[in-house]
């Protein structure tokens, strides 16, 4: 019997039995059908002894959900939620509730994945490009991209965006004004370095003195000043230099478009549209740049098409999975981005319209030119002319005011030259910046804001220069004009979430994605205030909570990995690859190797890793895999020995991308290491691997982990995600550092890789409780039932199409690719027409063509109990049936429901449906199963080239609506 077993648990371990979809009896009926005699006989057979971690991880007993939460309850009470003016790019917001219920706290929002099946996701569509149509708006320039990781990470894509487009060809420098926030220069600067750019800081208007193919502005500057650069642009331009501009969503209501001053490049972030600070993120960033640039956009766009019965209909623009295709051609390595933090921010701006949106950037400004009238009238220096919502001054003592500010749980910003800075934002009222005199000028002052108002009614402040208000309109379409009742704003929110499938709905098997259980108890924390309303540089003995969660988690993820330190900083995986492809090139540097530069991948990795060595500045190197999938060990070998002195790395993926454990691992690292290089471990696959083997038993050097798919943080439909890096000890000193917050072990030169010390770390509450609630013993039974689901879905489907790839024993690890090549050169059956019939049966598709084009690749997951897996392997069976029919020809191959599929409404109504060979019931009703529970696509299958061709990213306009 296996050493775990779900009969045993006792009442502390109860979530092992919520979280792991099949119970005991469907455990013993699948062991059964797969021919195995337990769940640690399986797991001998399937992982090699090789690399079986000889001892149980050390993370600790199970616990109860109750245990669990009281537990991070009492984490949560160890930060101190104080009154933040820091700003710097964090600011506090008011989350709508009825955004809050909805949507951040809706499986139906944050289960879902990338919207990469469109037909079943009409409603994130939707509030995407909401949300591209808000940034379009706000900055006047022409096409936004659907959300980038954070404000510094997009001024980095700024950076390289422009040397794309920039005809400036022998330029090699990009000037950074020395208003630009410190976070955002030292993205900047790490990234530069791996392009082998030059980056020059200094004043905004000298940048014409150099010789530059870009240039990077912030309006409004780090110390609140408001700066008009339409002459500085020109300039620029006529030099042909691209000028790229952060700007900030909520000034940007109530200032003049960044286009209008020539700008062709703004993004900032767009955390203070209702996403809470969570000391960091998750938070999405919006680029908006000119039409001539669209291809060379960074990340991903949603774009206007229209379906097979020429309906409008959303789907992904483009580059849609452009690293995917482009590999180290990309023109970044964006996969998970910032969907439902995009998605949030477009609700709020649906929610208050631009009427509110107006009275809320006015109120912010209102209460800070109260604030700065009143200071100047006690004669305190204000260092800027002109503001929107930030000041920054001196003040004669700065330790008095230093304790006051402390005494009164107030942050504000302390700049290195000893002046202070504060910024205002929609959650300060009357109360609060009377409460800034006191602190600021001491007791006894006499300063009353009303009275101070009264004075600005007659004199007003001209604290805006005229010449930079904003004159134009700004989200006039209906959309932002409809749903400002909480009633309306709900159903619209409920409306658009009907179109979609998520996990609430039914599995969605996508390899490689881990889709399982995202736990109600695990997501709970995010929302309590103590997690979601931490600045990310308040001081740092206000965020002890955080510090000890962050701690705990690193030493689990030390253990879980077998490596010996854990950076949290990247906030997506890919992020995660850069951070350590960076890491690998600095420790080469360190000892005088700085020329090696080769970073080879076997043919079969996931695009996001040859585009991630790019970045990092590499040059990739293919290696060929065999015809079992595994990587062809000789071509490695020969590659290696020619590379030898360049070699700086290899990227693999375990258990491989095709689903196995392969035998020959530790050959691989030996032989890397052999020739001076460094292994990569691509991570995304550790849900094989917690608690069996791990990447530093193996051998690795240095992996990063998506937090976002096996430690249960959900995908939010596209985001957000956490990539933290594991790494050995040789390697920690090279992991990222951050400028203004000093961090444990890096290096304070390090460069960093996102804006936050932390990335995303408003998320890393859920992989905490995941971690704490099922402890060693369900961390590695989930391993062990994801294996046994996947083999047990390999082992049915088998009997109806080929499983491409098995390893020992003709069993897989924890996913199976399935081959449709045969069918579709017998009958032209497509993956894709099965990967939209599925829909029909309610189900999401596996992923398509990856690793293997024309195959879908299934991930069942420990979370799908056998009864869901066998809705699915039936569906996948009626499937096969149905080609059969077209196979013998009782189907034409342009007519029958594979080809229509999916079905929506308007078929069955259409009259012209009865010309079909097979009914409606068919199409609509497949099953009993899909009887019970129907899920209706709203479009028809999507015409991509025709989006492609006119490609559009705004809401509709209103004429189309009419
Ligand atoms: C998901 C995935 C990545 C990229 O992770 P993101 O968080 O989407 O950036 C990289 N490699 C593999 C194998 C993956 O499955």
Redesign the pocket.
């Known amino acids: 019997m296996s050493k775990y077993t779900l009969t045993q648990l006792e009442q502390h371990e109860e979530f092992i039995r919520r979280h792991i979809g099949p119970d005991a009896g469907e455990q013993a009926e699948m062991l059964a059908c797969v021919g195995a005699a337990s769940l640690d006989e399986l797991t001998e057979r399937i992982v090699p002894p090789a690399i079986r971690l000889p001892a149980p991880l050390s993370v600790g007993p199970s616990y109860s959900e109750a245990e669990g939460l009281s537990a991070i309850r009492a984490l949560a009470s160890r930060n101190k939620v104080c009154k933040n003016y820091i700003g710097m790019g964090y600011y506090g917001t008011e989350v709508p509730k009825v955004i809050l219920r909805n949507v951040l706290e809706n499986p139906g929002w944050y289960t879902a994945y990338?919207p990469y099946q469109p037909e079943i996701a009409q409603g994130r569509l939707e509030a995407i490009l909401n949300f591209q149509h808000l940034s379009i708006d706000l900055t006047g320039l022409d096409l936004a991209s659907a959300s980038l990781l954070d404000e510094a990470t997009a001024a980095a894509e700024a950076m390289a965006l422009a040397k794309r487009v920039s005809k400036a060809k022998k330029a090699n420098v990009f000037y950074v004004a020395d208003d630009v926030f410190p976070q955002t220069v030292d993205v900047v600067k790490t990234r530069a370095r791996c392009f082998g750019f030059e980056v020059i800081v200094g004043p905004a208007a000298e940048a014409v003195n150099h010789d530059v193919f870009g240039v990077l502005l912030q309006y409004t500057n780090r110390w609140g000043e408001i700066g008009d650069y339409t002459d500085l642009i020109a300039q620029l331009h006529e030099m042909k230099a691209v000028v790229t501009m952060a700007a900030d969503i909520m000034s940007l209501v109530v200032l003049r478009a960044p286009a209008v001053m020539g700008a062709d490049v703004v993004f900032g972030s767009a955390q203070r549209f209702g996403v809470p600070m969570g000391f960091g993120g998750p938070h999405a960033a919006f680029f908006v740049t000119r039409d001539e640039y669209k291809r060379s956009m960074p990340g991903r766009i949603i774009g206007v098409s229209k379906d097979s019965r020429g309906n409008r209909a959303l789907r992904m623009a483009m580059q849609t999975r452009e690293q995917h295709i482009r590999r180290e051609k990309a023109n970044s390595?964006?996969?998970?981005a910032q969907v439902l933090l995009a998605n949030m921010a477009s609700f709020y701006a649906v929610y208050h319209g631009p009427e509110g949106l107006k009275c809320i950037a006015q109120r912010i400004h209102r209460l800070t030119d109260i604030l700065a009238t009143g200071l100047k009238s006690k004669g305190i220096d204000l260092k800027n002319a002109s503001w929107f919502d930030t000041l920054t001054f001196t003040v004669a003592d700065n330790a008095a005011l230093l304790a006051r500010a402390t005494a009164a749980d107030v942050n504000l910003r302390c700049d290195a030259d000893g002046s202070f800075g504060v910024s205002l934002d929609e959650t300060i009222t009357r109360a609060d910046v009377a409460q800034l005199f006191d602190i600021i000028l001491g007791a006894g002052h006499g300063l009353k804001p009303g009275l101070i108002d009264e004075v600005l009614l007659a004199t007003g402040s001209g604290s805006i220069p005229a010449s930079l208000r904003r004159k134009s309109e700004f989200l006039t379409h209906p959309t932002f004009n409809r749903y400002h009742s909480e009633t309306e704003m709900m159903r619209y929110i409920k409306r658009l979430e009907s179109k979609d499938l998520a996990l609430n709905h039914s599995m969605i098997s996508l390899?490689?994605?881990?889709m399982k259980l995202n736990a109600a108890v695990e997501m709970l924390p995010i929302s309590w205030p103590e997690f979601a309303n931490m600045h990310p540089f308040c001081p740092q003995q206000q965020a002890e909570g955080y510090q000890a969660l962050i701690r705990q988690l690193a030493d689990w993820l030390v253990d879980i990995t077998g490596y010996d330190a854990v950076c949290m900083q990247p906030n997506?995986?890919?992020?995660?690859?850069y951070a350590g492809l960076l890491a690998i090139r600095q420790y080469h540097e360190s000892r005088g190797e700085g020329h090696r530069n080769i970073c080879l991948i076997p043919q079969s990795?996931?695009?996001?890793?040859p585009a991630s060595a790019q970045l990092a500045g590499m040059k990739v190197v293919v290696t060929a895999c065999d015809k079992l999938g595994n990587v062809d060990l000789d071509d490695l070998r020969t590659k290696a020995a020619e590379m030898a002195d360049s070699l700086a790395c290899v990227m693999i993926?375990y258990p491989s991308?095709h689903g196995v454990y392969e035998e020959t691992v530790r050959d691989i690292c030996g032989i890397i290491h052999q020739y001076g290089g460094q292994v990569y471990l691509?991570?995304?696959?550790m849900n094989a691997q917690v608690g069996i083997t791990s990447p530093g038993y193996i051998g690795a050097d240095v992996s990063?982990l998506?937090l976002?798919?096996t430690f249960a943080i959900p995908h939010g439909g596209g985001?957000p995600?956490?990539?933290p890096i594991g790494v050995k000890a040789h390697l920690a000193p090279f992991v990222a550092g951050h400028s203004v917050v000093a961090l444990e072990g890096a290096a304070k030169d390090n460069g960093a890789v996102s804006a936050a010390p932390y990335g995303s770390a408003g998320i890393l509450p859920i992989s905490w409780m995941y971690i704490y609630l099922l402890g060693t013993k369900g961390l590695t039974l989930s391993t062990q039932v994801a294996m046994l689901n996947a083999n047990y879905v390999a082992k049915r489907l088998g009997e109806h199409y080929p499983i491409l790839y098995r390893g020992r024993d003709g069993l897989i690890a924890h996913e199976c690719i399935v081959d449709l090549r045969p069918l579709k050169e017998a009958c032209g059956v497509t993956e894709m027409d099965v990967a939209k019939r599925l829909n029909d049966y309610g189900f999401h598709a596996p992923t398509m063509s990856f690793p293997v084009a024309g195959t879908l690749m299934v991930e069942p997951t420990e979370s799908e109990s056998k009864v869901e897996l066998d809705r699915f392997i039936d569906a996948m069976i009626a499937i096969r049936h149905e080609i059969a029919r077209v196979e013998s020809g009782q189907w034409p191959v342009d007519n029958n429901p594979l080809h229509h599929a999916p079905h929506t409404l308007a078929d069955i109504m259409d009259p012209a449906f009865d010309q079909r060979p097979y009914d409606r019931q068919l199409a609509v009703f497949p099953s009993d199963a899909v009887k019970a529970n129907k899920f209706w696509p709203t479009v028809n299958r999507i015409d991509d080239v025709y989006g492609d061709r006119n490609l559009f990213c705004a809401c509709v306009p209103i004429s189309d609506y009419e």
């Open positions: 990338t390595n964006i996969c998970t390899g490689s994605c881990t997506s995986g890919a992020q995660g690859e990795a996931h695009g996001t890793n993926t991308t691509d991570g995304a696959n990063h998506n976002h798919k985001g995600g956490m990539g």
